[in-house]
């Protein structure tokens, strides 16, 4: 079992930035590969960003491209997501998941964080 744990998400001014960290536990987590899903309300849920297990290489929606960092320290079984520019339509609930299989579903998701950017 894997368990993420959010942190990070607040109120912030169109312009501004945040960090959003994911802690994840289990001895595994250097293996999965990493993601932010987030949903806005009365939207579905979208993919922000992925990372591979070596962090070698990301993905990102063009929604945020340019603008949005993900990054993983294994040895602090964390992710991040470094938010820059940020914009009113970015604001959401933003999801940390797993992918074990480096490949397949996200198996596991966190509880989510708010981020809400003001105009």
């Known amino acids: 079992q894997v368990q993420l744990v959010e942190s990070g998400g607040g109120l912030v001014q169109a312009g501004g930035s945040l960090r959003l960290s994911c802690a994840a536990s289990g001895r595994t987590f250097s293996l999965y590969r990493m993601g932010w899903f987030r949903q806005a309300p009365g939207k579905e849920r979208e993919f922000v960003a992925a990372i591979t297990w070596t962090g070698g290489m990301t993905s990102y929606a063009d929604s945020v491209k340019g603008r949005f960092t993900i990054s993983r320290d294994n040895a602090k079984n964390t992710v991040y997501l470094q938010m820059n520019s940020l914009k009113p339509e970015d604001t959401a609930v933003y999801y940390c998941?797993?992918?074990?299989?480096?490949?397949?579903?996200?198996?596991?998701w966190g509880q989510g964080t708010q981020v809400t950017v003001s105009s």
């Open positions: 998941v797993a992918d074990p299989r480096n490949g397949g579903e996200y198996d596991y």
